[in-house]
């Protein structure tokens, strides 16, 4: 199944998106989540398959979110998990010396 995805920017909070059908664009959002999102800005269009690979998430979750409740909300990742992951690329780098 190839969905037609349409990513939003939140201008509020960095690293916060909202992925929606391109087709519904941003009709099946609750008001109060877009007011604490802000003015949603466009950063990309793309066609999503189950076996697309996202950086923080799987596909077959924002799809099955797109069905229902018809958006996937991308909060920023935590400090803590940053953090983690830098911690792991400085070992994986000395790793490979």
């Given amino acids: ?38 003015k949603p800005q466009s950063a990309m269009v793309l066609a999503l398959t189950p076996e697309r690979k996202l950086a923080r998430t799987t596909a077959e979750r924002v799809l099955a979110c797109l069905e229902e409740p018809g958006y996937y909300l991308q909060m920023p990742p935590s400090p803590h998990a940053d953090a983690e992951a830098a911690q792991v690329r400085l070992h994986n780098s000395k790793l490979g010396h």
Avoid at 10 to 22: A, D, N, T
């Fill in 1 to 38: 199944m190839k969905q037609l995805v349409e990513i939003f920017r939140s201008p509020k909070e960095e690293g916060m998106y909202l992925y929606v059908k391109r087709e519904e664009g941003l009709e099946r959002v609750p008001e109060d989540l877009l007011r604490r999102f802000g």
